[in-house]
């Protein structure tokens, strides 16, 4: 296909469609209505979900801190509260502007570029995200032991053995691969960027 | 009511332009169909502002090209769809296979290229002028000119690598 069979395809699909008119006065009433409530419905379950199983973490910890009986533990233990406090305050903040209608009037460039700001804003929030994720994880098996208790699996060595490094090899593999993703819709969209600023 | 009706006579003579817009920012019937309602309802929420100093046809077009670049930001994050209206559904089926076939090797080599790209070659395939592809765009007369030459050049690249 070349560039002029490009411009046929798109001529003859122009006829096609320009045949039918479907839309009437009902039918548009109908569409808008449905609009209108589904606006109202606008929740985003997963994050809001996630935020919710993030402070809930927080707050346990916080109501169990009395069993965290050394200092080392407490110190683990307030950094796990701060870390799931502040992973959910970025989540929410990463999402947020996804919502955020701007001037559907302005020209197409302005919208590219805000687009495009908002996209290496919201990978690095995510980039941040999934570092501090780890820290996480890393407090949170250590305080398994004490928050639920000393027993035979806690005290084991094999706990400690498996635990850390099946998690960081998991942490290693999946972060590669995260980070790899983000990077390239950084590269991608700064491009864009400069496109659009020359 | 009369606006109403002035705005349902203005998306069937338009309603071409929402459909090839739709069909090439999304990848999915699903996608295109919930893009195509978004931009109506967009185009109908700021139809009172069109102040008429440019053609319908051009407003329409900056609106349907702004809400798909909204439409990308919220599409992976979406959990709620709303049905279309079968009527209205009806007439974005595209009924010949050849031309499906064809329309699909079309979006294929557009969605290579960039968003900027995208737009100004939608434009141009649209027939046009590089005065009216500046004002939709927002950007120089002159540049549309050298980021046209480009996109030829790459599109021509493209074809080649086939």
Redesign the interface.
Known sequence: ???D???K??????I???E??????K??D???K??FH?HL???????ILGSAVCIGSAVFIGFNFYRLDTISFQIVGVLAILLFVIICVLSLMS?Q???K??D?????????KK?AI??IKFCKLQKLNLTLSYLLLVTVILLLTRLFGRNEITDSKYFWIFSFSIGYIFLVFFSKFVYKSYNKTIR?TE??LN??S? | MENKNGFIKEINENQGLIFKIASIYTNSIEDRNDLMQEIVYQLWKSFHTFDKRSSVSTWMYRVAMNVAIYYLKSAKKKVQTIPMEEQFLHFTEIENKEMEEKWQVLKHHIDKLNLLDKGIIILYLENKSHEEIAQIIGISVSNVGTKFYRIKEKLKQQILKQ
């Open positions: 296909m070349e560039l069979d490009i411009k395809t798109w001529d003859e699909m122009s096609q469609v320009k039918k008119q479907n839309l009437n006065l039918i548009f109908n569409m808008s449905r609009k589904s419905n606008k929740i985003i379950v997963p994050e999402i502007h996804l919502y209608a701007g559907i009037n302005k020209p197409y460039a302005d919208t590219l687009f908002e996209k991608e491009n864009l496109e659009l020359n």
